[in-house]
């Protein structure tokens, strides 16, 4: 089983719905982080959390917002979509060497 | 954190070594470099990272440089699998405190071919 498992991988929803995308992981890191990729771009921080009573905004946090429920699971919700958070979604988490650990990607078209 | 330079693409012959080359001329004392890929759209996933001795794992080598303005990433014997995005990035470590950002730039496509 993946140690980084993300879901849905998939999904089209409308402008203005609110959508929530999710996110686990196995490692037993305290560590967790959401990014974005558009097309032909590298990763960009949305937010990230240390511990579950700790969390922080990245570069591009406008718009999306965060919840962490547990040590091993990690929320991204979009309050209200628009088409220009259409995107490829990915999580992380980070071991104490700070090697990331990535989720194989939640690809989110707003339509 | 300190900016990388890489060139934006490489061809490699499959089973020969990939040298990757990265530029991180602007580097500080506490900055590890650290590699990771990407294969198309799928999670970035690590490869190596060092601060200033030559690194090697069972995916590759990594060569700094001894004024470590610069590093390699090498490939021993690449594979049509290893096709992919390289991503070279400078990362200060601050232990336990550290916020882990990752700043991924362009990166080296690297294409493997027959």
């Known amino acids: 089983d993946a140690d980084v498992t993300q879901t849905p991988r998939n999904r089209i929803t409308k402008t203005g719905k609110r959508i929530m995308l999710e996110c686990s992981q196995t490692k037993g890191h305290d560590r967790m982080y959401w990014y974005r990729q558009d097309p032909g771009l590298g990763l960009r921080l949305i937010y990230y959390?240390?511990?579950?009573?700790?969390?922080n905004k990245g570069e591009i946090s406008d718009g999306y917002s965060v919840s962490r429920q547990a040590q091993a699971k990690f929320s991204l919700s979009l309050e209200s979509a628009i088409p220009n958070q259409t995107a490829l979604y990915f999580c992380a988490t980070t071991d104490r060497t700070e090697t990331q650990y990535f989720g194989p990607g939640t690809r989110l078209l707003v339509l | 954190d300190a900016k990388t330079t890489q060139p934006p693409s490489m061809d490699c012959a499959e089973g020969r070594a990939a040298n990757l080359p990265c530029n991180h001329s602007?580097?500080?004392?506490?900055?590890?470099v650290y590699w990771y890929r990407q294969i198309h759209s799928q999670g970035p996933q690590y490869i190596i990272h060092?601060?200033?001795n030559n690194e090697t794992n069972e995916m590759a080598s990594l060569i700094i440089t001894e004024d470590r303005k610069s590093s390699t990433l090498i490939l021993p014997h690449a594979t049509l699998r290893d096709t992919a995005v390289y991503y070279c990035i400078v990362l200060r470590y601050y232990g336990s405190s550290n916020t882990g950002k990752l700043i991924f730039g362009q990166g080296t496509t690297l294409q493997v071919k027959p």
């Open positions: 959390s240390f511990d579950v009573k700790d969390i």
């Open positions: 602007t580097i500080s004392g506490n900055e590890y």
């Open positions: 060092g601060l200033k």
